[in-house]
């Protein structure tokens, strides 16, 4: 079983309740925007971290992350990426990637609109957890938690971090 704390769209902005939420969890996953190369290594130092970057991120986080990231965690395969659109209107730039790849979970950030949906063609969780930055045009910062359990995608819980 692992313990999953995932964000995205800090653009540079750190909040304390980042470690506060992310305390029981085993990783740290950032869907892009992290906006500075301080806040990807604060959340490093906390808890094993995986990130991609995001179009706002300049090029020390470029060179740090990937654009697209594939892995296994546990036995579900992930695909995380920053603009990924979401399920019935994916961006056109990695629905072959995603298409050909066929995760279980896809992640993206970068519209600041939380979604949480599963794609039936996919046979795929989706997954965009808002922002929890302050840069954008949402209302409330919002992080996500949630468990990998072999191939099971589990106990997901939606963390209001406050007003823009």
Same mark, same amino acid.
């Given at each position: ?14 909040? $304390? ?6 305390? +029981? =969890?085993? &990783? ?9 190369? $301080? ?8 808890? %094993? ?6 179009? /706002? ?8 992350? %990937? $654009?697209?990231?594939? #892995?296994?965690?546990? &036995? ?6 920053? *603009?990924?659109?979401? +399920?019935?209107?994916? @961006? +056109? ?9 066929? %995760? @279980?979970? #896809? /992640?993206?950030?970068?519209?600041? *609109?939380?979604?949480?949906? #599963?794609?039936?063609?996919?046979? =795929?969780?989706?997954?965009? +957890? ?22 099971? *995608?589990?106990?997901? $819980?939606?963390? &209001?971090?406050?007003?823009?």
């Amino acid at each position: 079983m692992t313990r999953i704390g995932l964000l995205s769209d800090t653009h540079a902005y750190w909040d $304390e309740k980042y470690l506060e939420y992310f305390e +029981p =969890c085993d &990783e740290i996953w950032h869907a892009g925007d992290i906006g500075s190369l $301080e806040v990807a290594e604060r959340l490093a130092a906390f808890r %094993p971290f995986r990130a991609v970057y995001g179009n /706002i991120d300049g090029q020390s986080l470029r060179l740090e992350y %990937p $654009e697209v990231a594939h #892995f296994k965690a546990e &036995e579900v395969n992930v695909m995380m990426t920053h *603009i990924g659109g979401y +399920p019935g209107r994916y @961006n +056109p730039a990695i629905r072959k990637e995603l298409y050909d790849t066929r %995760p @279980n979970l #896809f /992640i993206a950030g970068h519209s600041h *609109i939380l979604k949480v949906a #599963f794609d039936q063609s996919l046979n =795929c969780l989706y997954i965009n +957890p808002g922002a929890a930055g302050k840069s954008g045009f949402h209302q409330v910062r919002t992080l996500i938690r949630f468990v990998i359990d072999g191939k099971n *995608i589990k106990d997901l $819980e939606v963390i &209001e971090l406050g007003i823009r």
